[in-house]
């Protein structure tokens, strides 16, 4: 009986760890997503400086947490969401409206559908196949070889 407790302690804190990991990862992504929106709308007021400093900051908070990212996704998929910080990055330098919210739409878009499904290594690594512009990890669901 007392093993049996043991066990049944030890699953519920488990469980109680997987939820509140699960949470903490929604508040990430759904923080980034607002944040990006409101670069979104500085960048439509041509605040270009604004609209980089609020990407950055989204960039290094993702960065940030990095390691609780790494445990719960496969390390080639967090990489294509940072490459997807610096394609906006890149077009935020450009100050070209356009490339830039199609940049960060993509972006949000592929954080919204990972956020809003099951997150986890597999369904991110269906997004990278079917999204990556990276024709040689495509195919692998983000893994590079």
């Known amino acids: 009986m ?7 302690i030890i699953l519920i804190l488990l469980l109680c760890g997987s939820l509140y990991t699960g949470h ?3 508040q990430l ?6 944040q990006l929106r409101s670069a979104q709308q500085l960048a439509n007021q041509d605040d270009w400086d604004q609209a980089r400093s609020i990407t950055q900051q989204v960039y290094e908070d993702w960065r940030a ?3 609780s990212l790494h445990a719960l996704m496969r390390h080639n998929d967090t990489d294509e969401i940072l490459l ?8 935020l330098a450009l100050e070209e409206m356009d490339q830039y919210a199609a940049a960060k739409t993509k972006a949000e878009e592929l954080l919204e559908q990972w956020k809003s ?8 690594a269906e997004l990278a196949k079917a999204n990556s512009a990276d024709t040689g990890s495509a195919a692998d ?4 070889t």
């Open 2 to 8: 007392k093993r049996l407790s043991a066990a049944l």
């Open 24 to 26: 903490r990862v929604s």
């Open 29 to 34: 992504t759904t923080g980034c997503i607002q």
């Open 65 to 67: 947490h990095d390691f």
């Open 84 to 91: 997807s910080f610096r394609a906006v990055e890149q077009y």
């Open 117 to 124: 499904g099951p997150a986890t290594q597999e369904s991110f």
């Open 141 to 144: 669901g983000g893994l590079i």
